[in-house]
């Protein structure tokens, strides 16, 4: 069975998309399996989100929708079928969404159709945590911006390139066939002011739904895809560690507990009088020295 963490692992490799509910623009991103679902949804004031897995999702469509009776996989598919269009821009005809803040958080509900029943769901979504919001969106966010930064200097380098050729050509005599096809020799300094003078105020303006386009959308999987990558790496170091310390465990056992044998032995040791500290040793003793004669005239 796959469990939540491995549903947000999934979950975390899936790109962002702009949706919207009414006048309201989020961001969202869900994970459907035959264990349930999770589902991630940001207005880029607050994140929220819900992880439901198959017995909850039961249990809730015997409360939404009575007249259907049908396997809990069935309606997993059946969202995955209404949400995947959602989020690729495309919604289906026949489905409706509206979101609605509570205190506890966000309420997403959903009107479709099931095996000609009407089909009706709630997404039940409270705060995420910091460490999800973190994980899914602050860091791979700021590993795009250093991605990015590094494709915008390999092209400057490029560009540098390409006009030192250009002027050896122009210096060996060639000519342009379509003056059209002139252009000036690449400043970066200037490039980067009119950047931030004409193109940045452009982008800003084009309002929050453009957050995730296509070709950032790419980025992010790309960059969560390494993010998972050098995870798994680390689960594994640390599972070898972990045989590892067994290995040794097992190769190198602690000591058997002594016999009754040499716990008789030890004890009469002991307590025998060479070794009793109640004892002193005796010393040897000691000869005694032959007395000198005593002569005539001493």
Known sequence: MEGSEDL???LLTQPWASVHFGESTFLAKVCF???????????????????????????????LNKRLTVHVSSFLNHLCNLMCPLLAGQPGATTTFSCHHSPSGLRLHVKSELSGLPFYWDFHCCPAPLEMVFRHLVRPLI??????QCQVQELISLLLQKDAE?????????TLSRDRLRTKPFREETFQQNFMAETLPRICSAGEGQAFASALQ????????????QAR?????EDDVDTASTAETTEHPHPPAPSQEDETTSSSERTSPASSPSQKPRLP??????KKAKGLFS
Request: negative net charge; hydrophobic residues 35%; proline residues 1%.
């Open 166 to 174: 250009i002027e050896d050509y122009r210096e060996s005599g060639a």
């Open 8 to 10: 947000e692992s999934s």
């Open 33 to 63: 399996r035959d264990t349930g679902y999770i589902l991630l949804i940001s207005d880029l004031s607050s994140v929220w989100y819900e992880s439901a897995d198959a017995e909850a999702v039961g249990q809730r469509s015997k409360e």
């Open 285 to 290: 003793a000691a000869k005694a020295k032959p």
């Open 233 to 237: 790496k680390r689960r594994c170091s």
């Open 143 to 148: 590993q795009m911006n250093l991605a990015l």
């Open 218 to 229: 790419q980025l992010y999987t790309a960059v969560t895809q390494q993010e998972a990558k």
